[in-house]
């Protein structure tokens, strides 16, 4: 017998032949679309594939393309200007927890992102891949909902932009066409005395799926009242889902105890979870309320701390 | 890191006790190391295994022509191609292996028992071709209803999983089919005067769910046949004789034309120690005449494999008001999965066997569900039992305001008791054990908010048993050490350390391997904590042959008689009546050894008995999050007397390893179904083991208590720490929250479910 490290490494390893599949790379935003309106419905945007490949390895699809759009530079940037902060759908979380601005102001976002698998999977896993998934236990999507974040869509028709929380239409499925996608995402600059904040719940310390998650993002004026704030919930529902009454619970008062236990009531009616093999229907329910207000909390902190 | 205490007197070894460097350590961090799946042979096909989606159902056909004419498919096997077997006759021995059911399991044959029990197989040219195929094989099932539970298997009415299955051990002797396949008993005393004496007594009931090894590397084989119909296997497994006992039974072939060699082991803990794939893949290469690799997935390694049991316990103990325990009764359900075989004599055994407990009586019941056939796991059959036991000395302790670890001193066994199966201890550690829980800074530190400490101490009785060893002396001085022990856990350091203690030379003269079935005298499995007390054995009697030997040699060269050749620091020594004659070292003999009579080399086959009994306490904080159920541990000790500690180093990786896994069992890992009993989490992602981030800093205190029957006072180390991790995580919790939890795992679901429910009952 010989073995792999000896040498006889030309022997194929039988993996997955790739033969009936293409793989493109544009380097457009215009060509990336053509090339989507061109393909069948088996055609797949590639970002950093940590969730596509483990799809493909587990015959969950059978693509007929791959376009990558990693070149696209559109895709690739964060910018920060005026009034946004535009990160592109292929940043990887690797690159915006290493970019000073985008943690600096919004750390919920930048937390959520962090919280995506592990430092190898950070490498290669992207915002937009996170949120085209389309996975109601998504780190990154009740964050950037609470952040009140807009999907820049491109397709044959030119450029779109669509609420993150109207992007999502249920398990694994969005309100993209077969041939739109997303450039990049813009996020209103927060004000001073406006912070975000991302919390989830697994079982472990790291390497798991939220069971539950929850982004808030608050605006107190000069004495401490909360004049603008979004919830947000990550897997209590098919989709990740804002949460506006616990929004009209916070805004206009001062955030004490009393408004907190509201917050945590909003969230808990918010949700409709099943119970699987990650958690069950009732302790979903509670640790959302619970989460609710952990969140709240550190963004008032992190907004006084400005 | 470690604290190492030996009560009788420290060493003067060069080599035992040392921390040397892992001889196959660089070439596991590097990525070098070979593993069952790194093996490429050429012309070889790929074998897949099609799975049964149903938990229960009876197999009416099965077509694989559609398979066989796909471009690129070489062979197909089913049941019809594994030998089948009578039932095992009683009596039975404390393991069955039984044919019947192990050809059932590795093919299912009238039915199938379990969701991922294979029903066929495939060899093609590639991976992706052998895929598809098994996609091409038409199954049709009649669905039969499935139970899961082991004491609703138990009951008179439930479904039956085999027709011919009659309980054993029961009178009179049943007429009706049943799951339960036998119980086995432990008495001894007057069990109602001894609860009579008794000033307090509690009786609960506790489950545990079956739990997974979690070894990195999944099951894979090559499995090639030459012309005359021998077979060479290249395989992941912990005991490569033992695969080659059972393939050639199973597959009626005789045992010196299988030559199997054990590749590098990502891990086995207890689940490599059968058949699964290896049987399929050489059926494939007899017929296609081709090597045949199978690798598992790890969503199939958790579909078909066997985990460790999940259990029902019903358990009653008394206590004195001053700690005696005065009597204990159990009663304890073991699910074996599709097929009998769990692992309840060591339930019997671990229940009071730490106390001397007068009177006692434990019942156990291997109860078949549709699940995989269990597999060992870390102290098989242990762990479930010791964890209600020991919760209940903990509640019993409390109640009645003793220190729990005075408790366990105040009724420790020492040598000359005996356990309810009947093992009379030697010279054996636990008081020494609990000594150091007392002394140490952990046992008194104080506890923050929602914080709590658990305490256990486990029993495990470690094996011992058939080993084979061989030493080779080379020209230049070198020698192998060969041994038929894959090395899991660190033995070939130690095997190494051993021997090159024995000779007094460095141990990097020494070149420790894991020798194929072929070149090596029989050898048990790498499992039951043996192999450093056995194969230790083996090698230092076959280190011992070879200095023998030597001094022959030498005594020849001097022309004396060999009883005036002594053996020291590395050479041949002349007694002092030849003051001119100048000592000659290993190298020197070995240099002239061909010329003068021959090679050099000692071997040793044995049967090795005067294994002992190991103890290991542990002392756990955890803190609990009061909103979430949410359980952080935060600090863990391990105390475990090891005999001896061979290298300490690997010593104190058992111990730290027992108690992660023992973490992970009471905290979070458990084995989801459906209601068609599917499995729902076949990977990692969802079967909850701890990462590294989810545990402190194990700490660990090496007690040596040396067993007077191994030449370095060795017991086995590898389980033990696992026996008692789970209940002292558990207590931990319970003290935590204040108040008692019966039901592995404490997930937050049911940790948040407790704190509800208290604080409802507080209103
Ligand atoms: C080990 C491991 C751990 C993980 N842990 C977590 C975790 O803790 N939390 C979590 O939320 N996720 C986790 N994931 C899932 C995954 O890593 C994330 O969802 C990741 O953000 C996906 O990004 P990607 O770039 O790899 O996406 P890809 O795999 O490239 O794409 C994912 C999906 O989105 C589509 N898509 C990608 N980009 C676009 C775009 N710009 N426009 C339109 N469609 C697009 C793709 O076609 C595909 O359907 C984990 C995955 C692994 C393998």
Redesign the interface.
């Known amino acids: 017998m010989t073995d792999r490290h000896a040498g006889s490494g030309l022997e194929s390893r039988g993996t997955k032949t790739l033969q009936d599949m293409n793989y493109e790379a544009p380097t457009s935003v215009e060509a990336a679309v053509a090339a989507l309106a061109a393909a069948d419905d088996e055609a797949h945007i590639f970002a950093g594939g940590t969730d596509l490949l483990v799809q493909l390895r587990e015959e969950m699809i059978r693509p007929s393309l791959f376009v990558d759009i990693k070149r696209i530079i559109e895709t690739r940037t964060i910018t920060v200007d005026d009034t946004h902060v535009r990160i592109g759908a292929a940043v990887t979380g690797a690159e915006l927890s290493e970019h000073d601005a985008a943690k600096a102001l919004l750390p919920g976002v930048v937390e959520a992102v962090e919280l995506i698998g592990s430092a190898q999977v950070q490498g290669r896993a992207t915002v937009g891949g996170n949120l085209c998934n389309a996975s109601p236990a998504a780190d990154s999507v009740p964050a950037l909902i609470a952040a009140g974040a807009f999907a820049q869509i491109a397709g044959p028709n030119g450029l779109r932009v669509v609420a993150v929380e109207d992007l999502l239409a249920g398990p694994s499925r969005t309100n993209l066409s077969g041939n739109e996608f997303v450039v990049s995402l813009d996020i209103p600059k927060p004000t001073t005395r406006s912070a975000d904040a991302y919390l989830r719940f697994i079982p472990r310390t790291e390497m798991d799926i939220a069971v539950v998650g929850a982004g808030a993002a608050v605006t107190l004026d000069a004495d401490g009242t909360c004049t603008a704030a979004r919830l947000a919930l990550g897997a209590v529902a098919p989709t990740a889902r804002l949460v506006p009454a616990a929004a009209t619970a916070m805004i206009g008062k001062k955030i004490d105890d009393t408004v907190l236990a509201s917050v945590a009531a909003a969230a808990r009616d918010a949700c409709n979870p099943i119970d699987d093999k990650r958690g069950t229907v009732a302790f979903r329910i509670h640790v959302a309320g619970v989460l609710a207000i952990r969140a709240v909390k550190i963004a008032i902190e992190r907004a006084e701390a400005k | 890191m470690n604290e190492i205490k030996t009560p009788r007197g420290g060493s003067n070894y060069q080599w035992v006790g040392k921390n040397t460097p892992r001889p196959d350590g660089v070439d596991k961090v590097t990525g070098?190391a070979?593993y069952g799946d790194?093996?490429?042979?050429?012309g070889?096909l790929?074998g897949k295994i099609l799975r049964s989606p149903h938990a229960h159902a009876k197999i009416l056909s099965i077509d694989t022509s559609k398979a066989e004419a796909l471009d690129g498919v070489k062979a197909v096997v089913t049941s019809a191609d594994i030998p089948d077997h009578p039932m095992a006759q009683p009596p039975y021995p404390p393991i069955v292996n039984d044919f019947h059911d192990i050809s059932r399991n590795v093919m299912a044959r009238e039915k199938v028992l379990y969701d991922g029990h294979a029903v066929a197989a495939v060899a093609a040219?590639?991976?992706?071709i052998?895929?598809d195929a098994i996609k091409l094989i038409k199954v049709e099932y009649k669905v039969l209803q499935h139970i899961l539970d082991p004491r609703e298997a138990a009951q008179p009415d439930a479904v039956v999983l085999h027709e011919d299955l009659f309980t054993y051990g029961v009178e009179p002797k049943p007429t009706k089919p049943s799951n339960i396949f036998r119980v086995m008993h432990g008495e001894r005393g007057d069990l109602n005067a001894g609860f009579a004496e008794a000033d307090l007594v509690i009786e609960r009931e506790f489950s545990s769910q079956p739990v997974h090894q979690g070894y990195i590397e999944p099951m894979a084989c090559?499995a090639?046949t030459s012309e005359d119909g021998a077979v060479?296997l290249?395989t992941s497994t912990q005991g490569h004789f033992v695969q080659r006992t059972l393939l050639s039974k199973l597959l009626n072939m005789e045992m010196a034309k299988i030559r199997v060699t054990a590749s590098e082991i990502g891990g086995g803990f207890g689940g490599k120690t059968t058949v699964y794939a290896e049987p399929l893949a050489i059926r494939l290469s007899q017929k296609t005449g081709r090597p045949v690799r199978m690798t598992m997935t790890r969503s199939e390694v958790f579909r078909a494999t066997g985990p460790t049991v999940g259990s029902k316990t019903r358990i009653k103990v008394g206590m004195k008001k001053d700690g005696t325990i005065t009597a204990g009764e159990a009663e304890i359900w073991y699910q074996a999965g599709a097929f009998k075989g769990s692992p309840i004599g060591r339930a019997v055994d671990t229940f009071f066997s730490p106390y001397t407990v007068a009177n006692c009586k434990a019942a156990a019941y291997d109860v078949c569900v549709n699940r995989p056939k269990v597999a060992a796991y870390r102290a098989p059959g242990a762990t479930m039992a010791c964890y209600p036991m020991e919760s209940v000395v903990n509640e019993l302790a409390k109640e009645l305001g003793l220190d729990p670890v005075e408790v366990r001193l105040k009724n420790a066994v020492k040598e000359g008791d005996e356990s309810l199966m009947g093992t009379k201890h030697g010279r054996i550690g636990l008081v020494e054990v609990l000594e150091a829980v007392k002394e140490h800074p952990h046992y008194k530190a104080p506890l923050g908010d929602n914080e709590g400490r658990g305490f256990a101490v486990g029993y495990w009785l470690h094996g011992g048993g058939l080993s084979s060893a061989a030493v080779n002396l080379m020209d230049d001085g070198t020698l192998g050490v060969a041994t038929g022990n894959p090395d899991i856990g660190g033995s070939r350091s130690s095997m190494r350390a051993m021997a090159a203690e024995e000779l007094g030379v460095n141990v990097e003269l020494l070149k420790p391997i894991i020798a194929d079935t072929g070149s090596l005298g029989f050898s048990y499995l790498t499992a039951g904590s043996r192999t450093t007390y056995a194969t230790g054995m083996a090698v230092v009697n076959a280190t011992r042959e070879v200095i023998d030997k030597l001094r022959a040699l030498a005594a020849k060269k001097w022309d004396i008689p060999v009883e005036d050749v002594r053996w020291d620091a590395g050479q041949a020594i002349a007694t002092d009546n030849y003051k001119d004659i100048k000592p000659l070292s290993l190298k020197e003999l070995a240099g002239m050894a061909t010329s003068m009579g021959g090679p050099v080399a000692g071997h040793s086959e044995i049967n090795a008995s005067g294994q002992g009994a190991t103890f290991c306490a542990q002392l756990v904080d955890v803190e609990i999050d009061p909103?979430?159920?949410?359980t952080?541990t935060k600090r863990h000790t391990v105390f475990q007397d090891a005999g001896r500690a061979i290298s300490p180093d690997y010593v104190e990786g058992q111990m730290q390893g027992g108690a992660v896994q023992g973490i992970g069992w009471a905290?979070?890992e458990e084995y989801?179904y459906d209601d068609e009993a599917r499995l729902?989490?076949t990977g990692?992602?969802?079967y909850?083991m701890?990462?590294a981030?989810?545990v402190p800093m194990i700490d660990t205190v090496i007690i040596e208590v040396p067993n007077p029957n191994h030449p370095y006072g060795v017991r086995g180390v590898g389980e033990p720490p696992l026996v008692s991790a789970p209940a002292a995580v558990a207590n931990a919790v319970e003290n935590a929250i204040g108040q008692t939890m019966s039901d592995l795992p404490l997930?937050?679901?049911k940790i948040?479910?407790a704190l509800?429910a208290q604080a409802a009952g507080d209103d």
């Not at chain 2, 909103?627 to 949410?630: C, E, I, L, S, V």
């Open positions: 070098r070979r790194d093996m490429i042979v050429p070889m790929h040219i590639s991976e992706e052998a895929r090559i090639t060479e290249w909103d979430t159920g949410f952080s905290l979070n989801i729902q989490n990692f992602l969802d909850r701890p990462v981030s989810d997930s937050p679901p948040l479910a509800h």
